[in-house]
């Protein structure tokens, strides 16, 4: 069974507290255990926008759902013209304060799962993350599932594709932009290479479900977490918010640093309104250097 992709929320009542210090949020995270959760937010210092926050995309359009992509092949010859386009951008993304500062974090951490799928995390130095919703750095086939490297399949499209020179600065957190039909028109999509089925990035679209072991995993580290930490994530989507309520049930300190309200924060013990890279570099170098944890001027 597939779910009807959540795309926009709306608060049902008035906007909860916000706070724009980290004085409380200090000593939650130096007592250690604490489970970071991670969205968009995070990697927009990187260069790649968000879905929802602002200027976020969902502003210009829409992603692509499992639905479409499994359904049309006029919809993954769609996605995979815009996908071929945006995975140069997400390539050579690079990561920013914000991760290298959950990295430098790991001693107090007992895990990180993330909603993106880009990667930074692990190329920040963070091991042993959980990609919720996968990872654009590799391919599967949906019909022999075969799994193969996204820079392979780039080199494939780009011999298939020669004269396609089609760029654009809109992308969404998925790799996927926005082409105007006539650019995607004529654009050749290959197969597997082992069966010759249908490829997709590893990664899961809006409408997906997340593979069921996967979530049990995360749910495994919630109910060993001392705190959870939420980085840059508006929590719209059910596939994140799952451990926030699982968190704030078991009584665990739920803390989230995001610019904007959340979909979680009638869960939150701490709301917090801040740039991620800045607050989290202080965070660390608080946290990590004055022993008790406390920030200069409390």
Same mark, same amino acid.
């Given at each position: /069974?597939?779910?009807?992709? %959540?795309?926009?929320?709306?608060?049902?009542?008035?906007?909860?507290?916000? %706070?724009? %210090?980290?004085? !409380?949020?200090?000593?939650?995270?130096?007592?250690?255990?604490?489970?970071?959760?991670?969205?968009?937010?995070?990697?927009?210092? *990187?260069?790649?926008?968000?879905?929802?926050?602002?200027?976020?995309?969902?502003? $210009?359009? &829409?992603? /692509?759902?499992?639905?479409?992509?499994?359904?049309?092949?006029?919809?993954?010859?769609?996605?995979?013209?815009?996908?071929?386009?945006?995975?140069?951008?997400?390539?050579?993304?690079?990561?920013?304060?914000?991760?290298?500062?959950?990295?430098?974090?790991?001693? $107090?951490?007992?895990?990180?799962? &993330?909603?993106?799928? !880009?990667?930074?995390?692990?190329?920040?130095?963070?091991?042993?993350?959980?990609?919720?919703?996968?990872?654009?750095?590799?391919?599967?086939?949906?019909?022999?599932?075969?799994?193969?490297?996204?820079?392979?399949?780039?080199?494939?499209?780009?011999?298939?594709?020669?004269?396609?020179?089609? &760029?654009?600065?809109?992308?969404?957190? !998925?790799?996927?932009?926005?082409?105007?039909?006539?650019?995607?028109?004529?654009?050749?999509?290959?197969?597997?290479?082992?069966?010759?089925?249908?490829? $997709?990035?590893?990664?899961?679209?809006?409408?997906?479900?997340?593979?069921?072991?996967?979530?049990?995993?995360?749910?495994?580290?919630?109910?060993?977490?001392?705190?959870?930490?939420?980085?840059?994530?508006?929590? %719209?989507? /059910?596939?994140?918010?799952? @451990?926030?309520?699982?968190?704030?049930?078991?009584?665990?300190?739920?803390?989230?640093?995001?610019?904007?309200?959340?979909?979680?924060?009638? @869960?939150?013990?701490?709301?917090?309104?801040?740039?991620?890279? $800045? *607050?989290?570099?202080?965070?660390?170098?608080?946290?990590?250097? *004055?022993?008790?944890?406390?920030?200069?001027?409390?």
């Amino acid at each position: /069974m597939r779910t009807k992709p %959540t795309l926009t929320w709306s608060s049902s009542g008035p906007s909860l507290p916000r %706070t724009s %210090t980290l004085a !409380d949020v200090v000593p939650i995270v130096d007592e250690g255990g604490v489970l970071v959760l991670s969205g968009a937010g995070l990697s927009t210092e *990187s260069g790649i926008p968000d879905y929802r926050g602002e200027g976020g995309t969902l502003r $210009k359009h &829409t992603p /692509m759902t499992y639905e479409e992509f499994t359904t049309s092949p006029a919809g993954r010859r769609r996605y995979w013209a815009r996908s071929h386009v945006g995975w140069r951008t997400i390539a050579r993304a690079h990561p920013n304060a914000g991760h290298h500062a959950v990295t430098r974090l790991s001693p $107090k951490l007992s895990g990180v799962i &993330t909603q993106n799928v !880009d990667g930074l995390h692990q190329a920040a130095g963070s091991r042993d993350v959980v990609e919720l919703h996968g990872g654009l750095d590799r391919v599967i086939c949906l019909d022999c599932r075969a799994l193969s490297p996204r820079i392979d399949l780039d080199r494939r499209l780009r011999e298939a594709n020669p004269d396609f020179a089609a &760029t654009t600065d809109e992308i969404n957190p !998925d790799g996927d932009v926005f082409l105007p039909e006539e650019a995607v028109r004529g654009f050749e999509v290959v197969g597997c290479l082992d069966c010759g089925g249908v490829l $997709k990035p590893d990664v899961v679209f809006f409408g997906e479900n997340v593979p069921r072991p996967r979530v049990e995993q995360c749910y495994s580290l919630v109910d060993n977490a001392r705190s959870l930490l939420v980085l840059g994530s508006s929590l %719209t989507v /059910m596939s994140g918010l799952r @451990f926030v309520r699982r968190a704030f049930e078991a009584g665990l300190p739920v803390v989230i640093i995001n610019r904007g309200e959340t979909r979680g924060d009638a @869960f939150a013990t701490l709301r917090v309104d801040l740039p991620l890279g $800045k *607050s989290l570099t202080e965070l660390a170098d608080v946290v990590l250097q *004055s022993g008790n944890g406390d920030l200069p001027g409390r």
